[in-house]
């Protein structure tokens, strides 16, 4: 929860804060219109990635835990936490020239991009640029969201957390033709690639089934049907996904394994809000 990279769910308490509502006005609220779902998966397939690179959207947002003291006042949003400025708390020190250079790349792209656009007119570069970027920003966004956000992940305090709990903590999907050799199994093999990341794709299979014995009730799938399934995933992790708390009435290191909830009437119910003061 403290110190991962993308798709940190949001606390209750911070989804009605970045909500502008009380965590009781919130609870008390009908349901959300399928249209709000439907509105926010699709600002999210859009800009989301973007929006990471240049704000740290759904990253992390503890940076005074930066081992180089980079961090120190920063958060998400601001000016100062984003993927293209070499003294985000983001990078370490011994990083900052590769940034450099990164940017570097960037602009002299920028500049091919901007002269396509001068000399064979804004309509040519939406075909052959932006229309295939925004359709990659889609599969990379769909994929990374839904590796990690399913009802039946847990998600760990650093009171919790280890190694393997945390490595287990997401999910193998199928997407058929695409997923198994567009996209070498990146979304049928994810759970084993937490574990061992080295493994190259052409055995990623093999060894997935190699440790699903291991992991037991621990390793965790969504394969009904097929391609269509993980489509629909997109919706049903929205619905059901919206911030995380701990089990109603866990006790020891319970309080510490948070899991998500919605007021969509989704799932196990969230817990009972505090009463508010008159």
């Known amino acids: 929860m403290e110190r991962d990279m993308v798709f940190v769910p949001k606390t209750r308490d911070d989804r009605a804060k970045a909500s502008s509502w009380s965590t009781h006005d919130m609870h008390e609220l009908l349901e959300e219109a399928p249209i709000y779902t439907a509105g926010f998966l699709i600002g999210q397939q859009l800009f989301g990635w973007p929006m ?47 940034i450099l250079l990164s940017d570097l790349g960037l602009l002299l792209m920028g500049a091919a991009l901007y002269y396509v656009g001068s000399t064979c007119g804004f309509q040519s570069l939406l075909v052959w640029y932006l229309i295939p970027y925004l359709w990659v920003n889609h599969w990379l966004v769909a994929i990374t969201y839904l590796q990690h956000t399913d009802p039946s992940l847990p998600h760990y305090s650093g009171a919790t957390w280890t190694f393997a709990r945390g490595a287990a903590a997401t999910i193998d999907r199928e997407f058929g033709f695409i997923g198994r050799t567009l996209m070498h199994g990146i979304v049928e093999t994810h759970v084993l690639h937490h574990y061992i990341s080295t493994i190259p794709f052409y055995h990623a299979d093999e060894a997935t089934e190699a440790i699903k014995p291991v992991m037991g009730r621990h390793y965790r799938s969504d394969t009904k049907n097929g391609s269509i399934g993980f489509l629909q995933s997109l919706y049903k992790s929205a619905r059901w996904c919206q911030w995380v708390e701990p089990n109603e009435g866990a006790e020891g290191e319970g309080k510490d394994v948070h899991f998500f909830r919605n007021r969509n009437g989704n799932g196990v119910a969230p817990a009972r809000a505090p009463v508010k003061s008159q």
């Not at 990471?52 to 180089?68: F, I």
């Not at 003291?69 to 100062?80: A, F, H, L, P, V």
Request: hydrophobic share 20%; charged share 30%; glycine share 10%.
């Open 52 to 98: 990471y690179l240049l704000k740290n959207v759904t990253g992390h947002n503890n940076h005074s835990k930066q081992k180089e003291g980079k961090g120190e006042g920063k958060t998400n949003g601001d000016n100062y936490v984003n993927h293209f400025l070499p003294a985000s708390p983001l990078y370490e020190k011994k990083d900052e020239h590769l």
